[in-house]
């Protein structure tokens, strides 16, 4: 389904070449963007080049011949108009060290990450406006229920771009969309990207389940007592509740939640298998977002008053204080008064 680059393409970067940038790189290069990716393995890169191939993370998947893909950074921002950026959250500060000074000074860079910055809480756009020196209409974010393996293989899929300036998230959501992935806009960036983090929480929580062994009534019921918490802390940061039941927030939350494909998923099962939290970690080959996120979570929702029982038994659970089988939609320590949906 490679699309032809017409002349006058736009030039993008993409920052990190695991599933998600792999993909991310591909659906461009097949919507007709020129495509440079940045892989932090030399040997990775030359895989990708050479042979049109990421087999550890993509195994199976032919990528566009048009991908060019280096291990040096200053070679893959030098022409970028657009830059997509998809390493773990907690190593996007680091990395972008090495960004800044090769950017070009007007480049737009697009979040393509789910985490919050575990020591300062920040969003993953906050911390590129912060370390880059952004105004917020050069950033974007880009997110949904994006499992990358499934969007490799051209299954038909949808995400959202948000911008605080409408013309930018048209700009990128215009780029990433292609026949077989279509990018809608918004102009909420909180509640996209807080969609995109929540969502991971809910996610390890129903693997919790999963793993236990319960069914489809407690899932059902974390789902949506779940959802209810994401909007209610996105909205306590200036979210529109809307965008929490659109593609970030709904949408990614079933994706996420009900595919052996999601690592927070996999994450929350062996949890619920009774392993240990630092067995899990050392288990998991690629990123689970939500499992570093859940404190600077815990901490931001204390910060502005809201209750979040779900997450808070994530919590519980990954640091050994709850047993997996007593995780329920809501604290199993309230009063025995009926509580207001
Ligand atoms: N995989 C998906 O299905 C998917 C879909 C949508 C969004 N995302 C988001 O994209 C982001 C990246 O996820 P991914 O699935 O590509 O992760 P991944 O683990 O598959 O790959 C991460 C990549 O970042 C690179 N990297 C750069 N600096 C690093 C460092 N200091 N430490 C570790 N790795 C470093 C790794 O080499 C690797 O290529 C996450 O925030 C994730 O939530 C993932
Ligand atoms: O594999 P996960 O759990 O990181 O989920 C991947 C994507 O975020 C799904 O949209």
């Known amino acids: 389904m490679t699309e032809q680059n017409p002349a006058g393409a736009a030039k993008v970067a993409v920052l990190g070449a695991g599933s998600w940038g792999t993909t991310f790189a591909k659906v461009l290069a097949d919507g007709g963007a020129d495509v440079a990716l940045w892989a932090r393995r030399p040997e ?8 049109g191939r990421n087999s550890h993370y993509l195994p199976g998947i032919n990528l566009p011949r048009s991908i060019r893909a280096h291990s040096d950074l200053e070679r893959v921002l030098s022409d970028a108009d657009q830059v997509y950026v998809s390493v773990p959250s907690q190593a996007l500060r680091g990395n972008l060290d090495k960004v800044r000074g090769h950017l070009r000074p007007d480049a737009v860079v697009v979040s393509l990450m789910k985490g919050v910055e575990r020591d300062t809480g920040l969003r993953m756009s906050e911390v590129l406006g912060q370390v880059l020196g952004l105004e917020a209409s050069r950033i974007a974010v880009a997110s949904g229920p994006n499992l990358a393996l499934e969007v ?19 700009l990128v959501a215009k780029t990433a969309s292609n026949s077989y992935f279509r990018s809608f806009y918004n102009t909420d960036v909180v509640g996209t990207e807080f969609g995109g983090v929540l969502k991971n929480l809910i996610a390890v929580a129903i693997g919790i389940v999963d793993g236990v062994g319960y069914g489809e009534n407690t899932k059902a019921s974390i789902l949506t007592r779940g959802l209810a918490e994401m909007t209610a802390f996105a909205v306590a940061f200036g979210a529109k509740a809307t965008t929490l039941s659109g593609l970030a927030g709904l949408g990614d939350l079933i994706a996420t939640s009900e595919s052996p494909l999601s690592r927070n998923n996999m994450a929350g099962r062996l949890l619920g298998q009774g392993y240990a939290f630092d067995e899990v970690v050392a288990s998991m080959e690629q990123t689970a ?33 709850l047993e997996p089988k007593d995780i329920a939609p809501h604290f199993t320590t309230d009063s025995d008064l009926p509580l207001g949906e």
Request: no cysteine; charged share 20%.
């Open 289 to 321: 977002e939500g499992l570093a996120s859940v404190r600077p979570v815990l901490e931001l929702a204390r910060e502005r008053g809201v209750d979040m029982p779900i997450v808070t038994q994530v919590a519980q659970v990954l640091d050994g204080t």
């Open 152 to 170: 490799a293989k051209e299954w038909p899929t949808a995400a959202v771009v948000a911008s605080t300036s409408a013309e930018t998230a048209q």
């Open 44 to 51: 990775l890169a030359s895989e990708i080049s050479s042979s």
